[in-house]
């Protein structure tokens, strides 16, 4: 028997109430604030969505290139990923998101090949670049 999503949501997003975009946002146990830049009516107090998407790519490609790392017994020291995005209203999709990864180790190139192919595993790249079905319902009172 499959849990109902809405038992058990992923994330929840409640506006502060306090008049401006800040919205506070739970994603498993924790709890930040999302906003936006002054520039654009905010006041900056935390990540807008761009960057929370951003993100979830960045800590997801890390999570599954230490998975597979660690199951091949390979030696990471010492990893980074940065993700950048990029709005092109000229190419389609308009939203492009560069990633770039920084591995240290003893790793040889063709392990550190096999890790880069792997990062385009990583369930956040294949949500992204596959996309998703969002299904919207109103909620209660």
């Not at 990923?81 to 998101?97: A, I, L, N």
């Amino acid at each position: 028997m499959t849990e109902d999503l809405r038992t058990r949501p992923f994330a929840t997003a409640t506006d502060s109430g306090h008049g401006g975009l800040q919205t506070f946002v739970t994603a498993g146990p924790s709890t930040i604030v999302a906003d936006i830049a002054v520039a654009q009516g905010g006041l900056d107090l935390g990540p807008d969505p761009h960057e929370l998407v951003a993100a979830g790519l960045a800590a997801c490609t890390s999570m599954t290139l230490r998975l597979y790392a660690n199951r091949k017994g390979w030696t990471i020291s010492h990893m980074h990923v940065e993700v950048f995005s990029h709005f092109d209203k000229d190419q389609t999709p308009h939203e492009r998101f560069e990633r770039v990864i920084t591995i240290e180790g003893d790793l040889n190139d063709e392990q550190l090949e096999r890790l880069f192919e792997i990062a385009d595993r990583c369930p956040i790249h294949q949500l992204l670049t596959n996309g998703a079905r969002v299904v919207t319902t109103v909620g209660g009172n």
